[in-house]
């Protein structure tokens, strides 16, 4: 049987705002995606009859219909009626439940591959119609682009076509917390709604069109400085230990440090390959229990 291989990149948030709570209980955000070269790998093999089935080297990925890879190729067969099967192996490189997009990005791809691979022929704003489905952080990877906007639920995107030559270089840390989206998201609105705020627990200082500003003229300092996640005192509030960590990354000379997403991964921004390759060295010498990855824009 023939094996396709497809990457499924991670995604960080340079910039993540949240607006309010929506009548649908999700939340209005304003977010800047980067993809990364962080990847899982994704093997598609066609099955003759209909049957659908996730097999991963990982045993933290879900192998059931609750998988997102899953539901993104359920959700193909049942729209257009395909009487193709697949079977869909993850090789999960990207840490789970990160605040990376790791399982959005699998049923991206998966989306993506499946229309080749069943000759679909769907075009990507239909697509971008099935991603929005499956989550709101799948959109993002079924446009291929580096960096994009993502306003609503994050899932109307923007790609920032002046971007795609742009290259960041990150130092990634991902400490082994298992950070739960929705609790943060609850948490968000129980701390907005007892200090009556609108805009989050801190107010950005840069917004949106700086950030981009800055990433157009490679500013590396005015891109540290714009950097922004509004989800990233709530994550803290939760999980003392990410307030923890990042204070001993301060003492170990790491000035800007973000979240991603909801947590509980953490990046910094900085000049060279060189330059993370060291600073990933010095890490691990002194830091336990965290995953380190040495990453760019993809
Ligand atoms: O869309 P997705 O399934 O990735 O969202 C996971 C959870 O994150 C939602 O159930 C919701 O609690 C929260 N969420 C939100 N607002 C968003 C995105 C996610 O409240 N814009």
Redesign the pocket.
């Known amino acids: 049987m023939d094996k396709f291989v497809f990457p499924s990149y991670a995604k960080l948030n340079l910039y993540l705002e949240v607006l309010n709570k929506r009548k649908d ?5 304003k977010t800047v995606f980067e993809r990364i070269d962080l990847a899982d790998e994704i093997i598609f093999t066609l099955r003759a009859d209909k049957t659908i089935k996730v097999s991963s080297n990982s045993s933290r990925v879900p192998k059931d219909n609750t998988n997102l890879a899953y539901r993104a190729a359920k959700l193909l067969q049942d729209t257009f009626r395909v009487r193709q099967g697949a079977e869909i192996r993850i090789l999960k490189r990207i840490p789970v439940a990160s605040g990376m997009g790791g399982g ?1 990005g699998n049923a991206a791809t998966t989306l993506l591959a499946l229309n080749k691979l069943w000759k679909l022929g769907l075009k990507q704003r239909r697509l971008v119609k099935l991603a929005k489905k499956l ?3 799948v959109p993002f990877f079924v446009y291929n682009c580096p960096f994009a906007t993502g306003e609503q ?2 899932d109307k995107i923007s790609p920032l076509r002046t971007l795609k030559n742009r290259r960041l270089w990150h130092i990634l840390l991902v400490p082994k917390i298992h950070v739960s ?2 609790k943060v ?2 948490a968000w609105d129980e701390f907005c709604a007892k200090i009556s705020c609108f805009t989050g627990l801190t107010i950005p200082e840069y917004n949106v069109k700086l950030l981009i500003l800055a990433l157009q003229k490679n500013n590396l300092a005015s891109i540290q400085k714009a950097v922004y996640n509004s989800l990233e005192e709530v994550t803290s509030r939760l999980y003392p230990e990410l307030v923890q960590l990042k204070a001993r990354l301060k003492d170990l000379g790491l000035k800007s440090i973000l979240m991603s997403g ?1 947590g509980p991964a953490l990046f910094g921004i900085v000049s060279s390959r060189k330059e993370a390759l060291a600073l990933k060295a010095q890490l691990e010498k002194n830091i336990k229990s965290v995953e380190i990855f040495v990453t760019k824009t993809r």
């Open positions: 209980n999700y939340h209005n955000l959005s989550g709101s952080d639920r994050g989206t929705p998201y609850a909801s």
